[in-house]
């Protein structure tokens, strides 16, 4: 792998507190990155206002530097990059291959998350309407550094999907797709649970005639009874006070073997033994490990 030049990035989204399961992802980034000499950004995914949890922006800034994280250059929000979404959006539909949708839910409850495509030819304005990108009849791949070879058909298993919602609010698709390349990002490492909306952003990245970056999805953390240790399911908040054994534990998740001489070490010695022996092919190639194997 060339890494002259690896640009790699965390890009948490503040509808709550960062967690064990952010933790694992936040480090696997860090590690990876500075492991080669390469730059690590941070970018604040908050273009979802309704869901954002007052003060979790402060918090996150917070816990990464209580747990000895340094990112490089200043902190990148996406609400400041609505004009950039825009003017991508606004091509993308002058060029017909974005449409306006003025579907409801239950119109679409029984196709299975699968857009049927009612409103493809239908000519809709943009205002009050959702705004889907039409798909190609294509399968789309690429080879995971960690899970490996990974396949989707966007038509028969995506279908059109939203790249700006129904309120005016960008969807996540579109705006991953361009902040990454506004910001040079050469490496996407994050959870497992992303794994599946990689090719919609493949196909993003292709008609917007972007690089493609190489990716890396570590195991999704989930509780006992299946669910995703996430904000949603009100995962606690990573303690200060918890740092070093929490980072050891993250370390130990990631599938690094930590001397038992480093169990009283400070976060900033942790990573930086991290940094030293990364070995990202010891990261346990499987999508999910249940949390309550970890302890």
Same mark, same amino acid.
């Given at each position: 792998?060339?890494? $002259?030049?690896?640009?790699?990035? /965390? ?15 936040a480090?696997?980034?860090?590690? =990876? ?35 000895? /994280? ?17 003017a991508?959006?606004? !091509?993308l /539909? ?9 579907? $409801? ?8 998350g ?8 239908? %000519? ?15 399968e789309?791949?690429?080879? =995971? ?13 995506? %279908?059109?999907f939203?790249? !700006?919602r ?17 910001? %040079?990002?050469? =490496? ?8 599946? $909306?990689?090719?919609?952003? @493949?196909y993003l990245?292709?008609?917007?005639? @972007? ?8 195991? @999704? ?11 949603s399911? !009100? ?19 990631? %599938? ?13 010695e942790?990573? $930086?033994?991290g ?13 999910t ?5 970890? !302890?």
């Open positions: 792998m060339n890494t $002259s030049a690896y640009i790699g990035r /965390f890009a948490p989204t503040p509808s709550g507190y960062l967690h064990f399961g952010s933790l694992v992802a480090l696997a980034s860090y590690l =990876d990155a500075k492991a080669c000499g390469g730059t690590w950004l941070l970018r604040m995914e908050d273009i979802d206002p309704p869901r954002e949890v007052p003060g979790a922006q402060t918090a996150i800034l917070k816990t990464l530097e209580s747990y000895g /994280f340094e990112w490089d250059g200043e902190l990148v929000r996406q609400s400041q990059r609505y004009a950039a979404y825009a991508v959006l606004d !091509r /539909f002058s060029q017909g291959l974005a449409y306006a949708c003025t579907c $409801s839910r239950k119109q679409l409850e029984d196709h299975h699968i857009y049927p495509g009612f409103c493809r030819n239908a %000519g809709h304005a943009q205002h009050a309407a959702a705004i889907r990108l039409r798909v190609p009849e294509l789309y791949h690429f080879a =995971d550094r960690v899970q490996g070879e990974f396949r989707q058909h966007l038509g028969r298993e995506v %279908g059109d939203v790249i !700006r129904r309120d005016e609010l960008y969807a996540y698709q579109l705006a991953v797709v361009i902040d990454d390349a506004w910001q %040079g990002v050469t =490496d996407v490492v994050r959870g497992a649970d992303l794994l599946d $909306s990689t090719p919609r952003q @493949l990245q292709e008609l917007l005639g @972007l690089p493609q970056p190489r990716y890396l999805h570590v195991p @999704l953390i989930i509780q006992p009874d299946g669910h995703k240790l996430g904000k399911y !009100r995962s606690p908040p990573l303690p200060a006070d918890q740092a070093a054994p929490l980072l050891i534990r993250a370390l130990h998740t990631l %599938g690094q073997s930590v001397p038992s001489e480093l169990s009283d070490a400070r976060p900033h942790l990573l $930086s033994w940094i030293r022996h990364w070995d990202a092919s010891r990261i346990p190639r499987r999508r490990l249940a949390e309550a194997q970890l !302890r």
